[in-house]
């Protein structure tokens, strides 16, 4: 069994484990403490402690969170002839979690592929799956027709009984001609550990270990006269309580079997349909009819050359326009994300950031046209900081905390006692009492004749001007200019950049707005056009853009020329520390510290350029594996946005990108199954291909349960392994079968 931490294998690596077995079973335990104590007679001091415990495993449900990626794909249309429906479960040890005989390495779950007319329709509902209680499933049919589990309701707990679960109904041929035998129940299931780390985050549990569980049997794939395919179900049903009629042990009493359904998923699967992972992307370039220009992210428009069509072509987007004065017009907006590479604006002279979006609202005089890009993103920043309790808070917090101790730092500076001392021990609490009644009496006598002197100073000057003494000419500024003095130190400088560190919750909620996080869809993409359905788009990441939104989220709760003051001098130690933890935002989302991107030497923030791609792909192959060849290039971020809409940031601008099927989930089948020479490539026990075909002789179909009828795609597993084994050269053990079936992954590369 593989141990109980993450994988450590390299991108691309597998390893395979023919099950994980949990070292506890369900079931009721007594826990007995016993204190003894040696030397003295301690017997009436304590007594034992008697508990009893109560372990559950899943029976007749599973939490959705458990089941990850299904193949082939939910409601997908494509050619799967020659593929084995399996499904990803992200808990490894959930198909070994009951115990449905004695054996402990037989899984309590098992993967039906059913043909539509082989699923009896509720006669309520009219439809395949039943939703019923758990009670109901378990109590006998009135009729007598239905044949049920034998579990008895007295051994479920009360609160299960009650429960809602799902259920099918299928003929009792069916039953006896598609579920697996006993004994083939563990070589359809399997442990598989991969690295992840080229995969957008999901909610499911990310150690990179799966269990895998195969069905036995091919989909139907006959094509009707209009040239539709056949529809086929997939269900992860559980064969508890019908051991004794599975194939080879008995057959069913009654007309039909009611079995427990844990998940099921549909498909179609057609000859003469293109829904492949290949096949999707592929389509996501030649639909673009070859033009490179086409995948960059902006609105399609052609025309003779103007203003607006560069602007167009640019990844600007027209909107309507209501000025402060109340004129109606429209105006230019561009998200971060361009097709084209930005040019910088200007900063202002003394180097602090933006004040509000009317310092970042561009006119083109030439046009009359006001371009509201950076604008928008520094409004897009205040409102996202706004509506972040945790983060407006502890930035008003943090900025008055450094307001305090500046005014501290001031104050005690200006009184010209304190001269020696390093500016952090100016903050220490009590300082005016500790430390000034050691200066006093270090320097009693200095103080006492510059005081005489002063008196007689001031009796040589005429009336209403008093010389003043004990605080330098600071004191007298202006108090703006002081500040601004006291933050050109560079010990106060490094002073606030420490307690910038520390600032956590701001500079976190910060690092993940540079990525885009929380910024509202439409405004990364404000025009449908720029990413239709089935579409790919790469595109450089606008620095400023990035640099207003940031600047928005930073002037919360600056109300006074003082509070832009002390937001300037903090905002470059934030940028600096916002810029580590960019690279540190993947790794810590996804508890990869292999992940982490090393952005401490950037000028800027990170993210250059970056892809979205929206289509069935990401739906279907949710761990769609995306990787930069170059060696250089990291991803700093790659999520789904949604259900088939995925963005992956680069860290720069890389020259090759990869994109590949899921290591946890390579497809499981022959080769050629619509042809008479469908075959298994063999591979070594270590997944090396033997240069040799399975069968030697004859097609795979010789491997079927029956030639005719039901069975007929249904894999014979008891009387293949043997065969495979003679074949390969060793032992077919659960993993060594799937090392067996399992088909190349699917790749396509952008250069």
């Not at 029976?59 to 429906?85: I, K, M, W």
Request: with cysteine; glycine share 6%; hydrophobic share 40%.
């Amino acid at each position: 069994m593989p141990p109980l931490i993450t994988t450590g294998l390299a991108p691309g690596q597998i390893q395979l484990y023919d099950n994980y077995i949990p070292s506890l079973a369900a079931g009721s335990y007594d826990v007995k403490v016993a204190p003894t104590v040696t030397g003295i007679d301690a017997s009436n001091w304590f007594v034992d402690i008697h508990q009893r415990l109560e372990v559950r495993q899943p029976q007749f449900t599973v939490d959705p969170v458990h089941v990850g990626e299904r193949f082939p794909p939910d409601r997908s249309n494509g050619l799967y002839a020659a593929d084995l429906p399996f499904v990803v479960l992200n808990d490894r040890a959930l198909p070994w979690e009951r115990e449905i005989t004695g054996d402990r390495t037989v899984p309590w779950m098992a993967l039906l592929t059913l043909q539509t007319d082989e699923i009896v329709l509720d006669p309520v509902t009219n439809r395949q799956f039943r939703s019923i209680a758990v009670a109901e499933f378990l109590a006998a049919d009135p009729a007598g027709k239905i044949q049920k589990p034998d579990i008895k309701p007295e051994w479920v707990p009360d609160d299960v009984l009650h429960a809602t679960m799902q259920s099918i109904v299928i003929p009792a041929k069916v039953f006896s001609a598609v579920v697996p035998r006993l004994d083939e129940l563990a070589s359809l299931t399997h442990v598989r550990a991969t690295d992840t780390g080229d995969q957008a985050e999901s909610d499911a549990i990310e150690d990179g270990w799966y269990g895998i569980v195969i069905s036995n049997r091919f989909p139907d794939s006959r094509v009707a006269a209009d040239l539709s395919g056949s529809l086929n179900f997939a269900c992860l049903v559980s064969p508890e309580g019908f051991t004794s009629i599975l194939p080879g042990n008995g057959a069913p009493s009654m007309e039909f079997v009611q079995l427990c359904v844990l998940a099921n998923w549909s498909f179609v699967s057609n000859p003469a349909a293109s829904e492949s992972f290949s096949d999707l992307m592929e389509s996501l370039v030649t639909k673009e009819a070859g033009n490179p220009g086409n995948l960059l992210l902006r609105i399609p428009a052609a025309g003779a050359p103007s203003p607006a069509l560069t602007r167009l072509q640019d990844g600007y987007a027209p909107f309507s326009y209501h000025t402060p004065v109340g004129e109606d017009t429209f105006a230019w907006y561009r998200g971060p994300l361009t097709p084209v590479m930005p040019q910088p604006l200007p900063r202002r002279q003394n180097g602090t950031h933006y004040l509000s979006s009317s310092e970042v609202t561009i006119y083109q005089q030439n046009q009359g046209v006001f371009d509201l890009s950076y604008a928008a993103a520094f409004q897009i920043g205040r409102a996202v900081g706004l509506a972040d309790r945790a983060f407006s808070i502890g930035m008003l917090n943090s900025r008055r905390e450094v307001a305090t101790n500046v005014r501290t730092i001031q104050e005690r500076i200006e009184t010209g006692r304190y001269n020696d001392l390093p500016v952090k021990a100016l903050l220490e609490h009590g300082l005016e009492r500790k430390n000034l009644t050691r200066q006093f009496n270090a320097g009693a006598t200095e103080r006492l004749r510059q005081t005489f002197l002063a008196l007689n100073e001031r009796t040589a000057t005429k009336e209403g001007a008093p010389l003043r003494r004990g605080r330098n000419e600071a004191a007298l500024s202006n108090p703006h200019l002081r500040l601004q003095k006291l933050f050109a130190r560079e010990d106060v400088q490094q002073l606030i950049a420490e307690q910038v560190e520390g600032m956590n919750t701001v500079t976190d909620f910060l690092a993940a707005l540079a990525l885009l996080q929380n910024v509202p869809f439409n405004q990364l993409i404000p025009y449908q056009r720029m990413l239709p359905p089935e579409s790919i788009r790469f595109f450089y990441v606008d620095q400023d853009w990035i640099e207003s939104l940031v600047d928005g989220a930073l002037s919360i709760g600056v109300d006074s020329s003082r509070a832009v003051q002390i937001t300037g001098v903090m905002r470059e130690p934030i940028r600096r520390v916002v810029r580590r933890k960019v690279g540190l935002y993947r790794a810590k989302r996804r508890k990869l510290p292999h992940l982490r991107v090393d952005t401490t030497g950037s000028e800027a923030f990170p993210a250059r350029s970056g892809i979205l791609i929206r289509s069935a792909l990401v739906a279907g192959w949710p761990g769609l594996v995306v990787r930069a060849d170059d060696g250089s290039t990291e991803i700093l971020r790659m999520e789904r946005l949604s259900d088939d809409v995925l963005i992956i940031l680069f860290n720069g601008i890389p020259q090759t990108v990869r994109f590949s099927e899921p290591w946890h989930g390579l497809r499981f089948g022959v080769r050629g199954m619509e042809t008479s020479e469908n075959k298994v490539q063999l591979r070594s026990a270590v997944g090396a291909p033997l240069n040799r075909l399975f069968p030697e002789n004859g097609p795979f179909r010789d491997y079927y349960r029956t030639q005719s009828g039901v069975g007929q795609r249904v894999i014979d597993v008891q009387r293949l392994l043997p065969a495979l084994a003679s074949a390969a050269g060793f032992t077919m053990s659960p993993a060594g079968f799937a090392t067996e079936m399992f088909q190349a992954p699917q790749r396509l590369s952008f250069v």
